[in-house]
């Protein structure tokens, strides 16, 4: 499953943006890139804070800010 990677000749979206995310686990604070192709981990407590849907990712904590 994880062998395949397909790149999309578009982005469906305008919401390929950064955000700033809490863990809601430890607290931590981390910036993630909203549209992320693979799940993204909390870099301390390694819960995952963004899932990726193959194509639409969720985010899976708190969203602090929006970075444009
Ligand atoms: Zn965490």
Redesign the pocket.
């Known amino acids: 499953m994880a062998h395949k990677k397909r790149i999309k000749e578009l982005i469906p979206q305008p919401k390929s943006r950064f955000l700033r995310v809490k ?1 809601l ?4 604070q981390q910036v993630i890139f909203g549209c992320a192709a693979q799940d993204v981990n ?1 870099e ?4 995952i804070i963004l899932q990726s849907t193959g194509g639409k990712a969720r985010i899976l904590t708190k969203i602090i800010e929006v970075l444009t």
């Open positions: 863990c686990h430890c607290g931590n909390c301390v407590c390694g819960k």
